[in-house]
């Protein structure tokens, strides 16, 4: 039988979908990328914030029409089943089977069931190991934790996807040393908390520890990491990154906010002065450094002061990334009952002004690199990235002369275009 299958939101999930590819094809089945010739098609949902969530409804109506056609059996896993099973059961009886995050155990056994097979199957676990990777031949994410302690309270994350728990150091430098042989030369380290890897079962954060170690495996030539909290950011994991040339000099550094108010109601356990006082640190440590962020306008209570304070901030740090999102309010969470909700109109208002002030940034920050020498993977025909950009997050480089896929190259930075640099291959 021909699967496809269909992944929503984050990274973190895409790495469930691989691992879920990698089970059916080890059981004999062919994968296809192709949706309508599919006899079974699943969908791996998100069910973060409500935009996540009308996607993943969406997406479920399209492919239930497919069951018309070709289409068997619809399977539907993930984030929003996690939190909504019971109503989506009720409300969308065109799906064939639902499984929650906290069921993946019992991920194989259902789908056999379901698929009327054997009763007495063997209960085969998700497993990294076997998992396909399904971004292409440059790069691969490695998972080092799952979960999340930090509790703010606008997230629905550890009530979804559980407490932190890190992955054992061995398992995952086993992992990487599979994925370096494959011909992988980009690892992109995840975890919905990279910098507290480490803290439940070493005591202590050992990231900076974890990616000497991954530095060390011969074929990878670049790692980053993702989704680093300002309170964990060690001088060890600083060091490590000014020192290590493997590692891209590039933090992703969610703050969220900037009003000590705002961060509070929030629980973020960072202050305005603690975040100043990092970015000060990590521009002085690693001059080259690239900083991106992410920030949250209309939270509960965000007044005009508030967001203007957040305004004025953004123009000082001048981040060379810089997401923006608007308050989404999500049962279960404690700022769903806060008092001051801001309307969505205002909402969009700081959002589009916050946008606009980072487009300028990035493109003065962008003009920095004209006239100079970037190394560059280059990962389709005349497009390739540069340390200072994540793939399907940030920006390319537009590359004139011919370069082979997968390959580093040398490129002089002659031109900007928005948010994407334009070079000249010279070696």
């Known amino acids: 039988m021909k699967v496809g299958f269909v992944s929503l939101g984050c990274s973190k999930n895409l790495v469930d979908t691989e ?91 259902q789908v056999q069931n379901l698929l009327n097979r054997d009763k007495n199957v063997k209960n085969e676990q998700l497993d990294f190991l076997d998992r396909i990777i399904t971004t292409g031949k440059n790069y691969a994410y490695l998972r080092i934790a799952e979960g999340c302690n930090n509790f703010c309270t606008f997230c629905a994350i550890p009530y979804i996807r559980g407490r932190f728990v890190s992955r054992k150091e061995e398992d995952i430098i086993e992992e990487a040393e599979k994925l370096a042989k494959e011909g992988y030369k980009e690892l992109i380290v995840i975890a919905q908390d990279t910098t507290k890897y480490g803290i439940d079962i070493y005591k202590e954060p050992r990231l900076d520890k974890l990616l000497h170690k991954i530095s060390k495996i011969q074929g990878i030539e670049w790692i980053r990491f993702l989704y680093s909290y300002p309170e964990t950011i060690t001088d060890e994991l600083i060091k490590e990154v000014k020192e290590n040339d493997k590692i891209c000099k590039y933090f992703d550094i969610p703050i969220q906010h900037i009003s000590n108010k705002i961060l509070k109601k929030m629980n973020r356990k960072s202050d305005k002065e603690s975040i100043i006082n990092l970015i000060t640190k990590l521009r002085k440590e690693i001059p080259n450094v690239v900083i991106r962020s992410t920030v949250m306008v209309g939270f509960p209570g965000e007044t005009e002061e508030d967001f203007e304070e957040l305004y004025e901030f953004i123009k ?37 002004k916050i946008m606009k002030l980072q487009k300028e940034i990035s493109e003065e920050n962008l003009k920095k690199h004209l006239g100079k020498n ?53 070696e």
């Not at 049962?331 to 700081?350: C, F, I, L």
């Not at 340390?387 to 002659?414: H, L, Q, R, W």
Request: hydrophobic fraction near 40%.
């Open 19 to 109: 691992m879920m590819i990698g089970i059916f094809e080890k059981n004999g089945y062919e994968i296809v990328n192709n949706e309508n010739i599919a006899d079974i098609i699943v969908i791996n949902t998100c069910g973060f914030i409500t935009t996540a969530k009308e996607e993943a409804i969406n997406t479920i109506l399209e492919m239930a029409k497919l069951k018309e056609k070709n289409c068997k059996y619809l399977i539907v896993t993930g984030c929003l089943v996690e939190r909504y099973k019971e109503e989506l059961l009720k409300e969308l009886p065109e799906v064939d089977l639902f499984i929650k995050f906290s069921e993946y155990k019992t991920f194989w056994e």
């Open 374 to 426: 970037l190394k560059i993977l280059v990962e389709n025909k005349g497009i390739g990235r540069s340390y200072m950009d994540v793939p399907e997050i940030d920006g390319v480089t537009y590359i004139k002369g011919d370069a082979k896929i997968n390959s580093f190259i040398k490129c002089k930075i002659t031109g900007v275009k928005e948010y994407d640099l334009i070079g000249e291959i010279i």
């Open 316 to 352: 000082w740090a001048k981040f060379d990334k810089l997401g923006c999102f608007m308050y989404s309010k999500e049962e279960g969470t404690v700022a769903y009952n806060m008092e001051n909700q801001v309307h969505p109109m205002t909402k969009k208002k700081r959002y589009n």
